[in-house]
């Protein structure tokens, strides 16, 4: 069973820009959470989705946004982009048959802003 | 807002030596997990805990929950070179369904 996947892997833009990351689950999750994880803060949870509805959201600001298409897969959005988004952002799924206990995590995709 | 405070924040051992990398709360957890992640990889699951006191053995590493449910701790015994690793402790609280993670303890097991 293939894990779950990032895409781009790593990606630099500028201040002011506005950037979206995908992320597709393991085959049979619904549901996806995303993570920023910074030196400075460390994993810090963004939001999760589930069944194309959040479930959940984390204490950031309305510049992150995210959303869950029909398969599952899921996007985050971040627009007007500042120097502190940098950061490894972490996506990861679960199955309600383990009571989503158990988080499946990607390889991430390190953002950089100039 | 919870909070997990991991310590030590980094620890650089020799291979064979035994540690012990401890998590802590002032607040209550329903289950609490712990992640190794790796560079250029996402954090991976190594065990969950659910009940005040549990022990959990996973071959070298030996985890334990709090009687309290706000604290835990991690050993493992006789390092080796591939347990080098960002360890990090995850707690869930019975109300929310996001995991609160702590700040992670850098591990590097030299030969």
């Known amino acids: 069973k293939a894990g779950v996947t990032q895409t781009p892997r790593y990606l630099i833009k500028t201040r002011g820009q506005q950037v979206t990351l995908s992320c597709s689950p393991i085959?049979?999750?619904?549901?996806v959470s995303w993570y920023q994880q910074t030196p400075g803060q460390g994993l810090q949870f963004l939001f999760e989705?589930?069944?194309?509805?959040?479930?959940n959201k984390g204490n950031f600001p309305g510049r992150f946004s995210g959303r869950q298409f029909s398969n599952s897969r899921s996007e985050m959005n971040v627009s007007t982009l500042e120097l502190g988004d940098s950061a490894l952002y972490l996506c990861?799924?679960?199955?309600?048959?383990?009571?989503?206990?158990?988080?499946?995590f990607g390889p991430g995709t390190r953002l950089t802003v100039l | 807002t919870q909070l997990l405070e991991q310590s030590p924040q980094f620890l650089s051992i020799q291979e064979g030596e035994n540690l012990t990398v401890y998590c802590n709360s002032s607040s209550v957890f329903s289950s609490l997990q712990w992640y190794r992640q790796e560079p250029g990889e996402g954090p991976v699951l190594l065990v969950t805990v659910v009940t005040g006191g549990e022990v959990k053995k996973l071959k070298r590493l030996t985890f334990q929950f709090g009687d309290a449910r706000k604290d835990s701790s991690l050993h493992i015994t006789a390092a080796q070179t591939g347990d080098t690793g960002l360890y990090l402790c995850?707690?869930?609280?019975?109300?929310?369904?996001?995991?609160?993670f702590g700040s992670g303890t850098r591990l590097q097991v030299q030969p």
């Open positions: 995850a707690g869930r609280d019975t109300g929310r369904r996001a995991l609160t």
């Open positions: 085959s049979g999750h619904r549901s």
């Open positions: 990861a799924s679960s199955s309600p048959s383990t009571g989503d206990n158990e988080q499946f």
């Open positions: 989705y589930f069944s194309e509805t959040q479930r």
